[in-house]
């Protein structure tokens, strides 16, 4: 399908698939692999032989053609990817998509966004988190760190169709000591569910919407629970400047100073982030981590974007992400991919990062480390789960493929995933979701659309003021 590359590593050593069916063997594909200095290659003519959910073997085509299996795929043409994962999302939020637009930050959340919020029951969480789920697979996105209200019905329908989650009840601290229990409360009730796909955090909302004191007797929780933390910080430059100005520390000095870093913790957008916070995020004593959504920062106008270089310097993962639909309007991580790339050569000034194969690593072992999954998914290797996509590269705007990694970022887009699996179960093959039913959640959110949407009653969920 491509030219060898100079940069290919070595085959990595394979492993002879045994004599007993396989549950799943997808053969005849390009497997993307990663050596053991991380580097990003490609594996042609290859198989991938799936056992009890997990990757039993990455070999050739030939070697497995007289082995049997519960079910064969077969993948000619198609390039088999570790799963996307959105690394920070509120899938929800599907609901709202398109009701606020070209607005500044402070208006889409005063004026639209948290009086709309503070309507919402649990079964529109649901229907939203279906449709969510539904756009995720069929964008080849294989897990999702969500941060929302509600989130038994979330998790209920994680479990139902099938994806993988790390999931967080938020809170604000004009809920008082409750809104931190109940954040506690669910981590601990869904923790290891629906067969061990769902994780779970604390999520406090941010620092300028939760206290000092709060964010301590979260971290205190954390440490005590063995849980990680996901909350925004540093969103936007504005708000480093308030905080400055209001607490004399940056967002980042805060999560410092009231013991978050000593958790682990994954940082939404960070764009705030200045060369002062590097060092603090450098020493934090736990896993630190940060998820890019570059789209929104756009469609804000945000002047800085996340420095994913330094960032990367100072040895700190980013992941990929979309934010929610509602500033986003897309949950295309796939879409995440390509604007960081591009995104990141333009802030830079240098036409060489990020590189394709940047931009792959970002989207495959970091975006598994930034969710806590760095030793579970994020590469397709013998012991790994089997959270895998196939995506066809057959289409006029793939072709001719002198790079893969480039036409994989640059010109494959989402509607090119054909199949998306998860923990070896199959949950689109051939762009037919088998696990949700779209247009029954259509009609009935179109149904409560009316009653969600309303804006007269004057209540918001929070104040947004930095």
């Known amino acids: 399908m491509t030219p060898p590359s100079p940069q290919k590593p070595a085959r990595p050593q394979e492993k002879r698939p045994r004599e007993t069916p396989a549950d799943l063997i997808v053969t005849g594909c390009t497997v993307l692999v990663h050596d053991d200095r991380e580097r990003i290659g490609f594996e042609e003519d290859a198989a991938v032989v799936v056992r009890n959910g997990a990757i039993d073997s990455v070999t050739t085509a030939a070697a497995v053609a007289g082995l049997p299996a519960a079910d064969r795929i077969d993948a000619r043409g198609q390039v088999a ?5 959105n690394c920070h999302t509120h899938a929800p939020m599907v609901a709202l998509r398109g009701l606020a637009e070209d607005l500044p930050t402070e208006e889409w959340f005063n004026g639209v966004v948290w009086p709309v919020e503070s309507n919402l029951t649990e079964r529109d969480v649901e229907l939203g988190a279906r449709l969510a789920c539904a756009e995720m697979i069929r964008a080849g996105v294989t897990a999702f760190a969500d941060h929302y209200f509600a989130m038994d019905a979330v998790a209920a329908v994680v479990a139902e169709c099938g994806m993988r989650a790390l999931l967080g009840q938020a809170y604000f601290s004009t809920q008082g000591p409750e809104g931190r229990e109940r954040s506690l409360e669910f981590a601990l009730r869904h923790r290891g569910s629906a067969d061990g796909r769902i994780t779970t955090a604390l999520a406090p909302h941010a620092p300028y919407t939760v206290t000092d004191a709060d964010l301590a007797a979260t971290a205190d929780l954390a440490r ?6 996901h909350l925004h ?3 936007n430059r504005d708000q480093t400047d308030t905080s400055l100005a209001r607490h004399g520390a940056t967002p980042i000095g805060v999560l410092e100073r009231t013991g978050i870093l000593d958790t682990d913790v994954l940082i939404a957008h960070g764009t705030g982030i200045t060369e002062d916070d590097l060092p603090l995020l450098a020493d934090a004593s736990g896993r630190t981590a940060v998820a890019t959504a570059p789209r929104g920062y756009l469609k804000f106008a945000w002047p800085t974007t996340t420095p994913v270089r330094a960032l990367r310097d100072i040895g700190v993962p980013v992941g990929l992400a979309t934010d929610g639909a509602a500033s986003n309007n897309s949950l295309d991580v796939w879409e995440a991919m390509a604007l960081t790339s591009l995104v990141q050569k333009a802030t830079e000034g240098d ?49 001719p493929v002198h790079d893969l990694a480039a036409t994989l970022v640059h010109s494959a887009r989402s509607a090119d995933v054909r199949t998306t699996i998860v923990d070896g179960r199959v949950l689109m093959r051939d762009r037919e979701l088998l696990t949700l039913d779209v247009p029954a959640v259509v009609r009935e959110l179109a149904e409560r659309l009316p009653a969600l949407t309303e804006r007269g009653h004057g209540r918001r969920v929070q104040e947004y003021d930095t």
């Open 351 to 399: 036409p060489r990062w990020l590189t394709s194969r940047q931009a792959l690593h970002h989207a495959s072992l970091q975006s598994a480390r930034a969710v806590g999954l760095g030793d579970t998914v994020g590469r397709i290797a013998p012991g790994r789960r089997a959270d895998l996509v196939l995506v066809d590269l057959t289409g006029p705007h793939t072709q």
């Open 81 to 85: 990817l570790p799963g996307l994962i």
């Open 233 to 235: 910080a540093a969103e």
């Open 224 to 229: 005590a629970h063995g849980l990680p933390v």
